[in-house]
Nanobody
Framework: QVQFVESGGGLVQVGGSLRLSCVASGSTFSRDGMGWYRQVPGKQRELVAYIRSFGTTDYADSVKGRFSISRDNAKNSVYLQMNSLKPEDTSVYYC?????????WGQGTQVTVSS
């Protein structure tokens, strides 16, 4: 069973930056597309950034130009650099494969952007 452990969240002021990290278990990581997702209470989880196995990326319109996803296959890790943060970015952030393995959601990492 693949597992994901997210870290790097915290409290940041509007306009600030954070870098999230995710370590994945499993031997197929280098072949997997990976995504960063976020969810606030009462709303559906949304995909905000996606990186394919060969490195190309896609972003939700709401974060395009501010967030950057990257990966290090040697470390089974995926990262999300978040710049110019806004209050609406406040959420719990998760990583998972894309498409996600629904039985493998981790605990996520809380990002709170204060104004």
């Amino acid at each position: 069973q693949v597992q994901f452990v997210e870290s790097g969240g915290g409290l940041v002021q509007v306009g600030g930056s954070l870098r999230l990290s995710c370590v994945a278990s499993g031997s197929t990581f280098s072949r997997d597309g990976m995504g960063w997702y976020r969810q606030v209470p009462g709303k559906q989880r949304e995909l905000v950034a996606y990186i394919r196995s060969f490195g190309t990326t896609d972003y939700a319109d709401s974060v395009k130009g501010r967030f950057s996803i990257s990966r290090d296959n040697a470390k089974n890790s995926v990262y999300l650099q978040m710049n110019s943060l806004k209050p609406e970015d406040t959420s719990v952030y998760y990583c998972n494969r894309m498409p996600p393995v629904h039985s493998s959601w981790g605990q996520g990492t809380q990002v709170t952007v204060s104004s």
